[in-house]
């Protein structure tokens, strides 16, 4: 009898351990059941860039769900508790002619696609406006080549008119956006060398995001969606000194949130006691909502094909591996650094860039996807389960 007791309770003890583990080896209490939750994107953004998937579909990508079935990226993003889409357009990108016979991609009629698959799949939108034919980021700021050599004046009327003509034609397809950002990852300015910021002078600048923004709260006046406008700068160590110059220096102050691009490969704020007080910082001091825009963690250092990997994984974020476990626990703890700064959401740049046959300029496939949410089989990864994960407010 002492015998049999003996055993029962090695069953318990051994029971009680394997509950104190969750799928993916993170100690959870045994008695607290994790309830996913579908966020309201008024509360909290659960943001997912998806402008390559139209292109990569094309080129031969498939999606699948976690148990292998083929799944519509939107669709099951939006099940898996994404709320909104994230798609950026260029203005002409007649460079992709040479590469596809075409424009294919992130051009409006593209844009305008995947607008149309996000607000189906029941998401918000955040259509970012490069004002570039080409990437935008904080090196590279190319005027499109319609606005090329024009002076200031008329390079503000180009982006006035620019901005208003593409948010009136979405808006004829009913699919206006809920969030707009005037211009991408702006730490140098916009529109080179016209709108480039030298010497701390931010005056030209400053006078082509006003005109942006007025476009959009020119259309807003007559829209029943009226889309609140994003400013960008990339990573959190820039954002005060970039903030103080727009708001201080140029005088921006008609904007609704203040979006940061962090990758920890770039980032001088590595530890998110330092990312909750930058961004609790930003909100306090210039009274705007402030969101990450663009952020990504690698689940691996392998690659899947012969395109380079802009993230090898080789090296993760202090603290925490890079791998599928890893990656899940990066994004849990980052939206709760950002909500616990009283942040309003989190965007993740191109989960679903997976490998395909399609080209860029500098490669076939994919420079990204050991940072997707889908693994080599294509297969949904556990890092989806940050979308839901009962974070405490």
Not at 101 to 109: P, W
Not at 156 to 168: F, G, M
Not at 188 to 210: D, E, H, R, W
Not at 267 to 291: D, P, Q
Request: net charge negative; charged share 20%.
């Amino acid at each position: 009898m002492l015998k049999s007791i003996n055993l029962l309770s090695v069953f318990f003890l051994l029971l009680f351990t394997n509950a104190c583990a969750d799928k993916n080896g993170n100690e959870v209490d045994p008695m607290e059941e994790v309830v996913p939750v579908k966020y309201d994107p008024a509360k909290f953004v659960m943001g997912v860039d998806l402008s390559y998937v139209n292109a990569v579909e094309e080129a031969g990508g498939v999606y699948k769900d976690e148990n292998g079935q083929a799944v519509d990226p939107f669709v099951y993003l939006q099940k898996k508790g994404a709320n909104l889409v994230r798609v950026r357009l260029w203005h002409t990108p007649s460079w992709q002619i040479p590469l596809h016979g075409a424009i294919k991609y992130s051009h409006l009629a593209d844009v305008s696609k995947t607008i149309k698959r996000a607000k189906e799949a029941g998401m918000q939108v955040n259509l970012d406006l490069h004002y570039s034919d080409d990437w935008a980021d904080p090196q590279k700021q190319q005027t499109p080549k319609a606005w090329q050599g024009l002076s200031l004046k008329l390079l503000q009327d180009s982006i006035y008119n620019y901005t208003k003509q593409v948010l009136e034609n979405l808006a004829a397809q009913n699919l206006t956006p809920e969030y707009i950002q005037v211009g991408n990852e702006n730490n140098g300015g916009m529109c080179f060398p016209v709108g480039q910021i030298s010497n701390n002078n931010y005056t030209n600048f400053a006078s082509l995001l006003k005109s942006g923004i007025k476009a959009v709260r020119d259309f807003s006046q007559t829209s029943t969606i009226k889309p609140k406008i994003i400013l960008h700068v990339a990573q959190l160590q820039n954002a005060e000194w970039w903030a103080n110059g727009v708001v201080n220096n140029g005088g921006v102050t008609d904007f609704d949130v203040l979006g940061l691009s962090h990758y920890f490969i770039w980032s001088e704020i590595n530890n998110n006691n330092g990312v909750k007080t930058t961004i609790a910082n930003l909100k306090f001091k210039y009274k705007k909502e402030v969101m990450i825009v663009e952020t990504a963690y690698p689940f691996t250092s392998a690659s899947n094909d012969s395109y380079g990997n802009i993230i090898s994984g080789q090296t993760g974020a202090p603290n925490y591996e890079v791998t599928t476990a890893g990656q899940l626990n990066y994004m849990k703890d980052l939206c709760q650094a950002v909500i616990d700064g009283g942040g309003k959401g989190v965007m993740y740049w191109e989960p679903a860039w997976i490998t395909s046959t399609m080209k860029d300029q500098w490669g076939v496939g994919s420079s990204w996807e050991n940072n997707a949410f889908f693994d080599y089989s294509s297969k949904g990864l556990p890092v989806l389960d940050y979308l839901t994960f009962p974070y405490k407010f």
